[in-house]
């Protein structure tokens, strides 16, 4: 199984209703193994991706800063999770 490593790009499984996989870069990996957590940097496909539930003040940012994310391959419509992109299932 692969394992995260900094600057690799995963999906960033958002908050909301309906959660869409964004880009993201590892930019941090906490502890060791494959199911190690990350902080992501997460990019936002525009208004496209609106409904992600943002920290107040930044609704509109692009680009947000997501911290001690946990890997989740199984279900990866677990909000707050990620998983590599070129596993994902869903493409959403
Ligand atoms: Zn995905």
Redesign the pocket.
């Known amino acids: 199984m692969s394992e995260p490593t900094k600057g690799r790009i995963v999906?960033f499984v958002g908050h909301g209703a309906d959660p869409v996989?964004c880009a993201a870069m590892v930019v941090r990996v906490w502890g060791t193994g494959p199911d190690a957590c990350v902080n992501l940097c997460v990019f936002r496909d525009g208004t496209n991706d609106r409904n992600i539930v943002m920290p107040p003040g930044h609704e509109n940012d692009m680009v947000f800063w997501a911290t001690s994310v946990v890997r989740s391959d199984e279900d990866?419509a677990k909000p707050y999770s990620w998983?590599f992109?070129n596993e994902?299932k869903?493409?959403v």
């Open positions: 999906h996989h990866q998983h992109a994902c869903s493409g």
